[in-house]
């Protein structure tokens, strides 16, 4: 209990905090991005027990809302097939495409399951020798050792009716698209933690050299959040851009090299869309070769795009997404666009920076 | 969606398999879990679990901690029943 005390001791949080406000010398622009972390802050209002100085962005933290339109047509389109048994989290259900979303596809008929682990969808696939499974493989650097291992067990196991439709994105491409913006505000980051749980601290280490700023893996409890700001608004202070390890009880700085060595066996880095991003290079993973039969847009020679772009309407979580504007500022929010009615990917998943708002803080001009 | 949630690790069922699979109890809620990432846990261990794969060990106070800060962030009774059991409040 008493390492929990030192977690969640609100004193200490407060102590924090004014250390922090008598640390502070001038403004700076810090971006979280994980939506863990996005929903801790929003949750426990830590940005408004930060010095007036520090303004918190909130980025592209989370897959599901990453996820583009073109690719959610694709699940749609597979999920609609008759011998198709389309397997996805939980998350992805509700995440609008051009035309609908799972959920729709699901009541018209389709075969679509919700699984916890890409595990039981290779499982469904060896109890269902006559059914084709699909499952939609989305995450960051987190989830892609369970997806790779599913894909590598399926090769060992000879299943020729397991196959993946890939989704993955990394989390370092998209800060270093965010730091070529013209108009980028963040002068440091805080990095997933769990995302360093897999990956370690090297990928980091290249953009805080390259960009002169301070990077600190964090992890998502309230005071870890508070430390992780703290600890780069020391840096920025000082002038000393720096990789620094706020969540070392959960992330070693070469990550976890089991799982990187199979992620690295079955994937390869490859560009990817982000939904209001563009086209990120190398930003995502896609099958090495050799696994290349477990493609699901390959087995069922689906198009690039199923449905003619659409214009990006009124939802504006590309912006969202890259701290450009808060959830309030956006026309719909709480208006037209909520957790039940939701515009755009941002609202659905629960990790979104527009659904956190609407949770903690649609009654608060914030 | 990158949230691991720590459970322990009460048998270890196939140690051959490639899977590791085990037994791991998140507050009694049990599910087969793959250690194949953690080649070094041990039946007593704590790991962090996401979507089905521990991805790193913890010690067992680092465990209750992170559920404790859990349990308050996010009602960790729910999250339990909808990612591990898909009762699903809807
Ligand atoms: S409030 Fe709704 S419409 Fe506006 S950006 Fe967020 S998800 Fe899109």
Known sequence: MKALSEYRDPAAILRQAGAMARQVSRPWTLM???????????????????????????????????????????????????????????????????????????????????????????????????????????????TAPANAMAVYQAERLGLDNFSVLMAHVLVPPALEAILAAPDCRVQ???????????????????????????????????????????????????????????????????GNPHARALMQTVFAIADREWRGMGELPASGLELQARYAHFDARQRFQLPDRVNPPTGPGRCRSGEVLQGRIKPGECEAFGRDCSPEHPLGATMVSSEGACAAYYLYRRNTHV | ???????????????????????????????????AYVPEARAGDYVLVHVGFALTRLDAGEAARIRQSLTEALDLEALIKEELLHESPE
Do not use: W
């Open chain 1, 32 to 142: 979280e991005v994980c939506g863990g972390q996005t929903h801790s802050i929003v949750r426990h209002g830590l940005d408004q027990l930060l010095p007036p100085e520090i303004t918190l962005l909130h980025g592209p933290g989370c897959p599901v809302c990453v996820t583009p339109v073109a690719l959610i047509d694709q699940a749609l389109a597979l999920a609609s097939q008759p011998e198709i048994i389309f397997c996805t989290f939980g998350d992805m259900l509700r995440v609008p495409g051009s035309s609908g979303d799972l959920r729709q596809v699901k009541a018209q008929g389709g075969d679509v399951r919700m699984v916890y682990s890409p595990l039981d969808a290779l499982q469904l696939a060896q109890q269902s020798p006559q059914r084709q499974v699909v499952f939609f493989a989305v995450g960051f650097e987190t």
């Open chain 2, 1 to 35: 969606m990158c949230l691991a949630l720590p459970g322990e690790i009460l048998e270890i069922l196939d140690p051959e398999d490639l899977l590791r699979p085990a037994r791991v109890s998140f507050d009694g809620v049990c599910k087969t879990i793959c250690l």
């Open chain 1, 188 to 254: 440091g980051f805080l990095a997933a933690g769990h995302v360093c749980t897999v990956m370690g601290l090297n990928a980091y280490q290249e953009l805080v050299d390259r960009h002169r700023l301070p990077i600190v893996a964090t992890g998502f409890e309230p005071l870890d959040i508070l430390q992780g700001i703290a600890l780069c608004l020391q840096a920025l202070e000082n002038g000393q851009p720096a990789l620094i390890n706020q969540y070392a009880r959960a992330v070693q700085p070469e």
